[in-house]
């Protein structure tokens, strides 16, 4: 875990002025929580991914969220503080998430908030609205991250409808397999290799290129 540690608070540093702005962005539209019911379905757009959430009442959303902080600090005020961006990505590569409970503020991290939408790609009817909170709640706690078989919209979709099926899962391996599968990607990659053979002429990047990728695309997918 030492070299995780050491390059989490390195990454963490440098990229706090990036997360500074993002908050600044975030007082700017304040959100309107009356509109929103116990039992909702919240959606914000955030850095790479949609981010999802089950809205509890009183302000407070329950949502499963990567992040790296547990791993480097057990102060539970810092990591009661809201997730930036930084410590959401290297959370998720390090698969280090849990169930939390934060305020719609800190929850949409300055982006805008879709109220219920995944009710209109979900062929079940959600379970009533005090049951989807009770679910969500249950599961409160640190959990195993995975970007492919467990993440936030994993964790939403078994609370409001007892289905755990993700549908950016489903498009992210429709499109993987559409990629890796191309007639263009085989032959590109395979143009890719010839030159950098030709050109570097030693083993040396073509050899430790394909060592580091496949055990870290095998690590992401599991
Ligand atoms: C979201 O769905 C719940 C039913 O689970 C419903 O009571 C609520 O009014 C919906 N909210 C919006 C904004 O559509």
Not at 74 to 98: D, E, F, P
Not at 185 to 190: E, K, M, V
Request: hydrophobic share 45%; with cysteine.
């Amino acid at each position: 875990m030492f070299p995780l540690r050491f390059f989490s608070l390195f990454f963490v540093a440098a990229t706090t002025d990036y997360d500074e702005k993002e908050k600044e962005k975030k007082k700017e539209g304040a959100y309107d929580i009356s509109v929103f019911k116990r039992g909702d379905l919240l959606e914000v757009p955030r850095t790479l991914f949609t981010h999802f959430g089950i809205y509890l009442g009183n302000n407070r959303v329950a949502h499963f969220i990567p992040d790296i902080l547990p791993i480097f600090s057990s102060n539970k005020a810092t990591i009661a503080q809201m997730v930036s961006n930084s410590r959401l990505i290297l959370g998720v590569i390090a698969k280090v998430a849990s169930v939390r409970i934060d305020t719609v503020e800190d929850f949409a991290y300055g982006a805008e908030i879709l109220v219920n939408h995944t009710d209109e790609v979900c062929s079940r009817p959600p379970f009533p609205g005090d049951e989807v909170a009770r679910r969500a709640e249950k599961l409160l706690g640190p959990m195993t991250y995975s970007l492919l078989w467990y993440n936030c919209e994993h964790y939403v979709m078994y609370c409001r409808y007892g289905t755990s099926m993700s549908f950016q899962t489903y498009q992210f391996c429709k499109t993987v397999r559409k990629i890796v599968c191309s007639k263009t990607s085989a032959f590109l990659s395979a143009l890719l290799c010839l030159s950098i053979m030709l050109y570097f002429g030693s083993l040396s990047l073509h050899g430790i290129l394909p060592t580091l990728l496949i055990p870290f695309t095998i690590w992401m997918a599991s």
